[in-house]
């Protein structure tokens, strides 16, 4: 990229909020800002319920937003009609955690490859089948694949089946939701050599959600620290990785298996769980289980500030750099 490059893809102040019995809402994602550029793999990590999902679901419209907005290549989606928001949805697409459950089982793989060639009306009919055969051998599947259905096959055979319907109608962006969580160790860098293989030969653009920073760690560009709803820390990867700021990052980090012991290596244990969505702490969100929580933190919630000199820069929120 150069000093100065377009972004594919921007996010403004995205919110998700749904509705609970009785009233209230639980806040899965509040007020997320973040830009991605073509041919860019950007990383959404954090625990279980800190609102990774929700935001992947959010950007390509699986979910509608509360409010914020979504610019693509330009185009604010807010401000599409229907026929224009489809042509888009066409170049935005999604690979699902679960490749057992993703897959209709009625459906053979051949069918389920070119769905979104039939959707989008893209191709004749021959087309569609040249495109079939040329996207099982992309991911590494034989040519008689496409007559068996979803059970034929095993898990990582399932998600390089999810992976060729993703990229079948020619995206530029693809959000990939835990793509490999569900897969054994042994497949799981399989599947993430094939994506970055993916991304090289069609100039590929990634939102990477996943728990597993040593994963983050093999595949992104950036990375952004997502905790109840918000962001709190982003940065190149080697920056994150060598610098963290934030003290939940340096937790997340610090819980990486390492094969080999050092002294300087602590791991750092969090206490309690993510807090209710529905009703998130005052002052900072991490407050209540932050190692170096401060009286400012219980009070007054933290901004975004920026640090160092790498494009982009560096952000935090944390009172510890106000």
């Known amino acids: 990229m150069n000093s100065s490059p377009t972004p594919l893809l921007e996010v403004e102040n995205l919110t998700k909020h749904f509705p609970l019995e009785g009233g209230g809402v639980v806040r899965a994602l509040d007020g997320a800002n973040f830009y991605l550029f073509p041919g860019e793999t950007l990383s959404i990590v954090g625990?279980?319920?800190?609102?990774?999902?929700?935001?992947?679901?959010?950007?390509?419209?699986?979910?509608?937003?509360?409010?914020?907005?979504?610019?693509?290549?330009?185009?604010?989606?807010?401000h599409l009609n229907g026929r224009e928001l489809r042509q888009i949805?066409?170049?935005?697409?999604?690979?699902?955690?679960?490749?057992?459950?993703?897959?209709?089982?009625?459906?053979?793989?051949?069918?389920?490859?070119?769905?979104?060639?039939?959707?989008?009306?893209?191709?004749?009919?021959?087309?569609?089948?040249?495109?079939?055969?040329?996207?099982?051998?992309?991911?590494?599947?034989?040519?008689?694949?496409?007559?068996?259905?979803?059970?034929?096959?095993?898990g990582g055979q399932r998600q390089r089946i999810g992976i060729a319907r993703a990229i079948a109608p020619g995206p530029d962006l693809i959000v990939a939701d835990e793509p490999v969580s569900?897969?054994?160790?042994?497949?799981?860098?399989?599947?993430?050599?094939?994506?970055?293989k993916l991304r090289q030969q069609f100039n590929l653009s990634y939102i990477f959600?996943?728990?597993?920073?040593?994963?983050?760690?093999?595949?992104?560009?950036?990375?952004?620290?997502?905790?109840?709803?918000?962001?709190?820390?982003?940065?190149?990867?080697?920056?994150?990785?060598?610098?963290?700021?934030?003290?939940?990052?340096?937790a997340l980090i610090s819980a990486i298996p390492r094969i080999e012991h050092s002294k300087r290596h602590k791991r750092i244990i969090l206490k309690g769980d993510v807090p209710d969505p529905s009703a998130p702490p005052p002052g900072c969100r991490f407050h209540p289980r932050c190692p170096k929580c401060m009286p400012i933190c219980r009070e007054k919630t933290p901004v975004i500030t920026e640090r160092g000199k790498r494009f982009p820069r560096h952000q935090v929120r944390c009172h510890l750099y106000q």
């Open 47 to 78: 625990e279980s319920g800190c609102g990774k999902s929700t935001l992947g679901r959010a950007v390509v419209r699986i979910h509608e937003p509360t409010s914020g907005r979504i610019i693509f290549d330009g185009q604010d989606l807010n």
């Open 182 to 196: 569900a897969l054994d160790v042994s497949i799981q860098s399989q599947i993430l050599n094939l994506l970055k």
């Open 209 to 250: 959600i996943s728990h597993d920073l040593a994963v983050v760690k093999h595949i992104s560009d950036r990375v952004a620290v997502m905790y109840l709803g918000q962001f709190v820390e982003k940065a190149h990867v080697k920056d994150l990785f060598s610098n963290p700021l934030h003290p939940y990052t340096e």
């Open 89 to 154: 949805k066409r170049r935005m697409q999604f690979i699902f955690q679960d490749p057992y459950a993703s897959l209709d089982s009625r459906k053979t793989i051949g069918y389920t490859i070119i769905e979104p060639l039939l959707i989008h009306g893209i191709g004749t009919r021959a087309e569609q089948k040249q495109r079939q055969m040329e996207l099982l051998e992309i991911v590494g599947l034989d040519a008689e694949a496409a007559a068996k259905y979803p059970h034929e096959f095993s």
